[in-house]
């Protein structure tokens, strides 16, 4: 892993899905295989495999504390082509330095992690006022998410983490993306302890090459991703727990 820190010359961007995005770092240390953010490449100049690479934005904090003074109060995603909570933020604490701004200045804020470290920030977030933590996890199985994820963070810590979270009265949410074998089997395990549900497939688009130079891009129509919808809308009606399919 090579790992160096860089000075970014702005931290809070406009978003496709919130309005704000901070992105922590550039790169990511999971590297999973699927991942849409490895396209950051093309303007990082980073030649390194996605992966292999983690930059720290130092002055992220600075650089927030300044720009949130300038800007509408707005919710702000964290993150969107980084994992804020990867290993790498347990030493450098960048996350934590900008949800400190955030929740003091009662900006809402979006987490998407596969960390349960975020449940270090638990005293932070307590003090949010519209502060919702969600966990990306695409199967139950834990040999699956070897295949795909082999650097992530465990599946059973995912859903303790969401446990732990929920049980001190953060609003939570599950990621259930990108579909893989055994996501069929995660509402009931999480019912209880997210609030609502995501679910969306892979973007064969941006992943590794192996799914395009092995043709697996044909599974995009695939009767798998039908099948796993339909089982998943009707556990979610059973369970109470809204959920929003994004294919």
Not at 2 to 16: D, N, Q
Not at 39 to 68: C, Q, S
Request: aromatic share 10%.
């Amino acid at each position: 892993m090579i790992i160096k820190e860089i000075h970014a010359k702005s931290i809070v961007s406009p978003s496709k899905i919130y309005t704000y995005v901070i992105n922590p770092y550039v790169g990511c240390h999971y590297g999973c295989t699927y991942c849409y953010a490895r396209y950051m490449k093309r303007f990082t100049g980073h030649r390194e495999p996605w992966g292999d690479f983690v930059d720290i934005k130092a002055n992220a904090v600075e650089l927030l504390r300044k720009e949130i003074t300038k800007k509408k109060p707005d919710c702000v995603w964290i993150s969107g082509v980084c994992d804020p909570y990867q290993p790498i933020e347990r030493k450098y604490k960048v996350t934590r330095g900008c949800m400190e701004i955030l929740v003091d200045s009662n900006w809402p804020v979006r987490i998407q992690t596969k960390s349960d470290l975020v449940v270090r920030d638990l005293d932070i977030l307590k003090k949010g006022k519209d502060c919702d933590v969600g966990l990306s996890i695409g199967t139950a199985d834990d040999g699956i998410r070897r295949l795909f994820e082999p650097k992530a963070t465990k599946i059973e810590e995912r859903i303790d983490a969401l446990k732990e979270l929920h049980a001190a009265g953060i609003q939570t949410y599950a990621m259930i993306a990108p579909v893989l074998p055994g996501a069929e089997e995660l509402i009931p395990l999480l019912d209880g302890m997210v609030d609502y549900l995501y679910v969306d497939r892979m973007n064969y688009g941006y992943a590794h090459p192996v799914y395009t130079t092995k043709g697996l891009e044909k599974y995009e129509r695939n009767e798998f991703f039908s099948d796993v919808k339909r089982i998943m809308l009707r556990q979610s009606e059973e369970s109470g727990i809204p959920c929003t399919i994004l294919y």
